[in-house]
Protein backbone atom coordinates (compact mmCIF):
# COMPACT_ATOMS: atom_id res chain seq x y z
CA UNK A 1 0.00 0.00 0.00
CA UNK A 2 3.10 2.40 0.36
CA UNK A 3 5.10 1.78 -2.40
CA UNK A 4 3.31 2.99 -5.27
CA UNK A 5 2.28 6.52 -3.58
CA UNK A 6 5.56 7.21 -1.74
CA UNK A 7 7.77 7.34 -5.12
CA UNK A 8 5.02 9.08 -6.64
CA UNK A 9 5.10 11.64 -3.98
CA UNK A 10 9.00 12.16 -3.73
CA UNK A 11 8.76 12.36 -7.76
CA UNK A 12 6.48 15.47 -7.53
CA UNK A 13 4.07 13.85 -9.60
CA UNK A 14 1.06 14.29 -6.85
CA UNK A 15 2.07 17.84 -6.27
CA UNK A 16 1.47 18.61 -9.23
CA UNK A 17 -1.54 17.30 -10.06
CA UNK A 18 -2.90 18.82 -6.75
CA UNK A 19 -1.58 22.37 -8.10
CA UNK A 20 1.24 22.12 -5.81
CA UNK A 21 1.28 21.27 -1.78
CA UNK A 22 0.91 23.80 1.14
CA UNK A 23 4.13 25.71 3.15
CA UNK A 24 1.61 27.54 5.14
CA UNK A 25 -1.15 26.88 7.99
CA UNK A 26 -4.66 27.00 7.07
CA UNK A 27 -8.13 27.71 7.97
CA UNK A 28 -9.47 23.96 8.16
CA UNK A 29 -11.93 24.33 5.38
CA UNK A 30 -9.05 25.37 3.52
CA UNK A 31 -7.02 22.65 5.27
CA UNK A 32 -9.36 19.81 4.30
CA UNK A 33 -9.34 21.11 0.38
CA UNK A 34 -5.95 20.86 0.23
CA UNK A 35 -5.88 17.28 1.85
CA UNK A 36 -8.63 16.19 -0.87
CA UNK A 37 -6.89 17.83 -3.46
CA UNK A 38 -3.86 15.82 -2.19
CA UNK A 39 -5.15 12.50 -2.26
CA UNK A 40 -7.33 12.47 -5.29
CA UNK A 41 -3.16 13.03 -6.75
CA UNK A 42 -2.17 9.66 -6.09
CA UNK A 43 -1.46 9.48 -9.69
CA UNK A 44 -0.99 6.45 -12.04
CA UNK A 45 2.34 7.06 -12.62
CA UNK A 46 4.66 5.11 -10.28
CA UNK A 47 3.11 1.46 -10.63
CA UNK A 48 3.06 1.30 -14.75
CA UNK A 49 6.54 3.39 -14.56
CA UNK A 50 8.32 1.05 -13.02
CA UNK A 51 6.53 -1.65 -14.88
CA UNK A 52 7.51 -0.42 -18.03
CA UNK A 53 10.93 0.14 -17.04
CA UNK A 54 11.36 -3.29 -15.15
CA UNK A 55 10.64 -5.16 -18.99
CA UNK A 56 12.67 -2.53 -20.54
CA UNK A 57 15.55 -3.88 -18.16
CA UNK A 58 14.76 -7.70 -18.78
CA UNK A 59 14.35 -7.02 -22.55
CA UNK A 60 18.60 -5.32 -22.09
CA UNK A 61 19.54 -8.54 -19.86
CA UNK A 62 18.33 -11.04 -22.44
CA UNK A 63 20.27 -8.96 -25.46
CA UNK A 64 23.21 -9.23 -23.03
CA UNK A 65 22.81 -12.70 -22.49
CA UNK A 66 22.67 -13.56 -26.29
CA UNK A 67 25.46 -11.20 -26.89
CA UNK A 68 27.67 -12.36 -24.68
CA UNK A 69 26.65 -16.06 -22.93
CA UNK A 70 26.12 -15.05 -19.62
CA UNK A 71 23.07 -14.21 -17.58
CA UNK A 72 23.15 -11.36 -14.28
CA UNK A 73 20.86 -9.81 -12.01
CA UNK A 74 19.07 -7.12 -12.56
CA UNK A 75 18.53 -4.85 -10.20
CA UNK A 76 15.13 -2.13 -10.40
CA UNK A 77 14.45 0.85 -7.90
CA UNK A 78 10.70 2.04 -8.18
CA UNK A 79 12.26 6.02 -7.14
CA UNK A 80 15.29 5.69 -10.06
CA UNK A 81 12.17 3.71 -12.10
CA UNK A 82 10.08 6.73 -12.15
CA UNK A 83 13.07 9.70 -12.52
CA UNK A 84 13.90 7.35 -15.64
CA UNK A 85 10.12 7.58 -16.97
CA UNK A 86 10.19 11.45 -15.88
CA UNK A 87 13.74 12.14 -17.31
CA UNK A 88 12.72 15.72 -18.83
CA UNK A 89 11.74 16.45 -14.98
CA UNK A 90 15.02 15.36 -13.63
CA UNK A 91 17.71 17.09 -15.51
CA UNK A 92 18.21 21.06 -14.96
CA UNK A 93 20.05 23.67 -17.21
CA UNK A 94 20.19 27.29 -17.94
CA UNK A 95 17.05 29.14 -18.90
CA UNK A 96 14.97 25.48 -18.67
CA UNK A 97 11.44 26.41 -19.13
CA UNK A 98 9.05 25.87 -16.25
CA UNK A 99 6.89 23.06 -15.93
CA UNK A 100 3.16 24.83 -17.13
CA UNK A 101 1.18 25.02 -13.82
CA UNK A 102 -2.55 23.14 -14.44
CA UNK A 103 -4.11 26.18 -12.77
CA UNK A 104 -5.83 27.26 -10.24
CA UNK A 105 -9.03 25.43 -10.75
CA UNK A 106 -6.39 22.45 -11.77
CA UNK A 107 -8.08 21.80 -15.01
CA UNK A 108 -5.65 21.70 -17.64
CA UNK A 109 -1.47 23.78 -18.61
CA UNK A 110 -3.04 25.30 -22.04
CA UNK A 111 -6.56 26.35 -23.62
CA UNK A 112 -6.43 23.01 -25.81
CA UNK A 113 -5.34 20.46 -23.31
CA UNK A 114 -7.62 20.84 -20.48
CA UNK A 115 -11.39 20.36 -18.97
CA UNK A 116 -14.23 22.00 -19.99
CA UNK A 117 -17.58 21.98 -18.54
CA UNK A 118 -20.20 20.87 -21.13
CA UNK A 119 -24.25 21.71 -21.27
CA UNK A 120 -24.26 18.80 -18.98
CA UNK A 121 -21.25 17.08 -17.41
CA UNK A 122 -17.51 17.63 -18.38
CA UNK A 123 -15.55 17.11 -21.46
CA UNK A 124 -11.17 16.44 -21.49
CA UNK A 125 -9.90 18.47 -24.86
CA UNK A 126 -6.65 17.60 -25.53
CA UNK A 127 -5.41 19.06 -29.41
CA UNK A 128 -2.01 18.33 -29.80
CA UNK A 129 -0.85 19.28 -33.26
CA UNK A 130 -2.28 21.95 -36.05
CA UNK A 131 -3.35 19.95 -38.13
CA UNK A 132 -6.19 18.38 -35.50
CA UNK A 133 -6.70 21.54 -34.44
CA UNK A 134 -7.94 22.74 -38.25
CA UNK A 135 -9.67 19.70 -38.00
CA UNK A 136 -11.62 20.82 -34.58
CA UNK A 137 -12.54 24.25 -36.35
CA UNK A 138 -14.42 22.63 -39.57
CA UNK A 139 -15.87 20.28 -37.45
CA UNK A 140 -17.54 23.15 -34.70
CA UNK A 141 -17.14 25.70 -36.47
CA UNK A 142 -15.06 27.84 -33.98
CA UNK A 143 -12.69 30.72 -35.50
CA UNK A 144 -9.23 30.01 -35.77
CA UNK A 145 -7.43 31.65 -33.81
CA UNK A 146 -3.16 32.88 -34.71
CA UNK A 147 -1.44 30.27 -32.37
CA UNK A 148 -3.53 28.06 -30.39
CA UNK A 149 -0.97 26.70 -29.03
CA UNK A 150 0.29 29.54 -26.69
CA UNK A 151 0.22 28.30 -22.96
CA UNK A 152 -1.44 31.56 -21.70
CA UNK A 153 -4.81 32.19 -23.55
CA UNK A 154 -7.59 33.74 -21.67
CA UNK A 155 -9.25 34.57 -25.02
CA UNK A 156 -9.00 31.03 -26.27
CA UNK A 157 -10.02 29.70 -23.10
CA UNK A 158 -12.93 31.87 -22.63
CA UNK A 159 -14.80 31.05 -26.24
CA UNK A 160 -13.63 27.38 -26.00
CA UNK A 161 -15.89 27.49 -22.34
CA UNK A 162 -18.78 29.23 -24.24
CA UNK A 163 -18.43 26.43 -27.24
CA UNK A 164 -18.49 23.38 -25.07
CA UNK A 165 -21.56 24.41 -23.18
CA UNK A 166 -23.30 24.42 -26.76
CA UNK A 167 -23.46 20.79 -26.45
CA UNK A 168 -23.63 17.78 -23.73
CA UNK A 169 -20.47 15.84 -22.88
CA UNK A 170 -21.38 12.88 -24.23
CA UNK A 171 -22.50 14.87 -27.53
CA UNK A 172 -19.16 16.36 -28.03
CA UNK A 173 -17.70 13.03 -27.61
CA UNK A 174 -19.80 11.54 -29.94
CA UNK A 175 -19.18 14.54 -32.85
CA UNK A 176 -15.20 14.42 -32.01
CA UNK A 177 -13.63 11.22 -30.74
CA UNK A 178 -14.95 9.48 -34.43
CA UNK A 179 -12.46 11.56 -35.86
CA UNK A 180 -9.57 11.26 -34.32
CA UNK A 181 -9.64 14.13 -32.07
CA UNK A 182 -8.94 13.77 -28.06
CA UNK A 183 -12.11 15.25 -26.80
CA UNK A 184 -13.92 12.77 -24.22
CA UNK A 185 -16.59 12.98 -21.46
CA UNK A 186 -14.26 13.32 -18.13
CA UNK A 187 -16.84 12.76 -15.66
CA UNK A 188 -18.79 9.60 -17.13
CA UNK A 189 -17.59 7.00 -15.04
CA UNK A 190 -14.43 5.94 -13.46
CA UNK A 191 -11.68 3.33 -14.38
CA UNK A 192 -13.54 0.45 -12.68
CA UNK A 193 -16.88 1.18 -13.99
CA UNK A 194 -15.33 1.79 -17.06
CA UNK A 195 -13.91 -1.84 -17.63
CA UNK A 196 -17.39 -2.94 -16.00
CA UNK A 197 -19.71 -1.99 -18.64
CA UNK A 198 -16.73 -3.51 -21.11
CA UNK A 199 -17.81 -6.91 -19.61
CA UNK A 200 -19.47 -8.09 -22.82
CA UNK A 201 -19.05 -10.54 -25.82
CA UNK A 202 -18.44 -7.36 -28.33
CA UNK A 203 -16.02 -5.37 -25.93
CA UNK A 204 -12.28 -4.40 -27.41
CA UNK A 205 -11.23 -4.37 -23.84
CA UNK A 206 -12.83 -7.37 -21.80
CA UNK A 207 -13.05 -11.24 -22.70
CA UNK A 208 -14.97 -14.13 -20.47
CA UNK A 209 -12.44 -17.26 -19.09
CA UNK A 210 -13.44 -20.02 -17.17
CA UNK A 211 -11.36 -20.28 -14.32
CA UNK A 212 -11.14 -23.86 -12.39
CA UNK A 213 -11.63 -22.32 -9.36
CA UNK A 214 -13.42 -19.50 -9.58
CA UNK A 215 -15.88 -20.12 -12.48
CA UNK A 216 -16.39 -17.63 -15.46
CA UNK A 217 -14.94 -14.05 -14.90
CA UNK A 218 -14.11 -10.96 -17.47
CA UNK A 219 -10.35 -10.14 -17.91
CA UNK A 220 -8.52 -7.73 -19.83
CA UNK A 221 -7.30 -8.59 -23.63
CA UNK A 222 -3.95 -7.84 -24.30
CA UNK A 223 -2.64 -4.11 -24.21
CA UNK A 224 -0.40 -4.64 -27.47
CA UNK A 225 -2.30 -6.40 -30.72
CA UNK A 226 0.47 -8.21 -33.52
CA UNK A 227 -0.42 -8.43 -36.82
CA UNK A 228 0.16 -12.30 -36.66
CA UNK A 229 -2.01 -13.07 -33.15
CA UNK A 230 -0.74 -16.09 -31.23
CA UNK A 231 -1.73 -15.54 -27.98
CA UNK A 232 -4.63 -17.77 -26.25
CA UNK A 233 -6.04 -16.16 -23.44
CA UNK A 234 -6.80 -17.73 -20.46
CA UNK A 235 -7.56 -17.28 -17.03
CA UNK A 236 -5.21 -16.19 -13.84
CA UNK A 237 -2.86 -19.15 -13.14
CA UNK A 238 -3.39 -20.74 -9.41
CA UNK A 239 -1.11 -19.62 -6.94
CA UNK A 240 2.47 -21.68 -6.80
CA UNK A 241 1.58 -24.47 -9.54
CA UNK A 242 4.49 -23.58 -12.24
CA UNK A 243 6.43 -24.18 -9.40
CA UNK A 244 7.76 -27.68 -10.19
CA UNK A 245 7.91 -26.99 -13.48
CA UNK A 246 9.66 -24.18 -13.90
CA UNK A 247 12.23 -25.60 -11.02
CA UNK A 248 12.85 -29.11 -13.11
CA UNK A 249 13.44 -26.84 -16.00
CA UNK A 250 16.32 -25.19 -14.85
CA UNK A 251 17.75 -28.50 -13.17
CA UNK A 252 16.14 -28.96 -9.83
CA UNK A 253 15.67 -32.43 -8.99
CA UNK A 254 11.87 -34.06 -8.44
CA UNK A 255 13.04 -35.10 -5.15
CA UNK A 256 14.71 -31.53 -4.20
CA UNK A 257 11.57 -29.54 -5.30
CA UNK A 258 9.83 -31.88 -3.11
CA UNK A 259 11.89 -31.17 -0.23
CA UNK A 260 11.43 -27.34 -1.02
CA UNK A 261 7.83 -27.98 -0.75
CA UNK A 262 8.28 -29.56 2.43
CA UNK A 263 9.88 -27.05 4.42
CA UNK A 264 7.55 -24.52 3.21
CA UNK A 265 9.85 -22.76 0.71
CA UNK A 266 7.41 -23.32 -1.93
CA UNK A 267 3.68 -23.25 -1.94
CA UNK A 268 1.43 -24.76 -4.53
CA UNK A 269 -2.30 -24.92 -4.23
CA UNK A 270 -2.77 -27.98 -5.97
CA UNK A 271 -0.39 -29.46 -3.45
CA UNK A 272 -2.45 -27.67 -0.85
CA UNK A 273 -5.54 -29.17 -1.68
CA UNK A 274 -3.91 -32.75 -1.89
Request: aromatic residues 10%.
Amino acid sequence: PSTHPIPGAAMGGAGYQAGGTVDDLLPIGELREAARRLMRANEVNPDPNTAVVVVAASLMGLLARESVGVGQQIFVDMFGANAYANFDDMVSFADKPERPSLGAELRGPRPLYRLYPAKSGWVFLGIRSEKEWRCFCEITGHVQVEDPFVIESQALTDSLTALFQTRDASGWELLLAPQGLGCVQADACNTGEFFLGECHEDSRWMVSVRHEEFGEYYRHRPMVEFATPNTALQAGVRTGVDAEPLLTEIGYSRSEVANLFERGILFSADRQEL
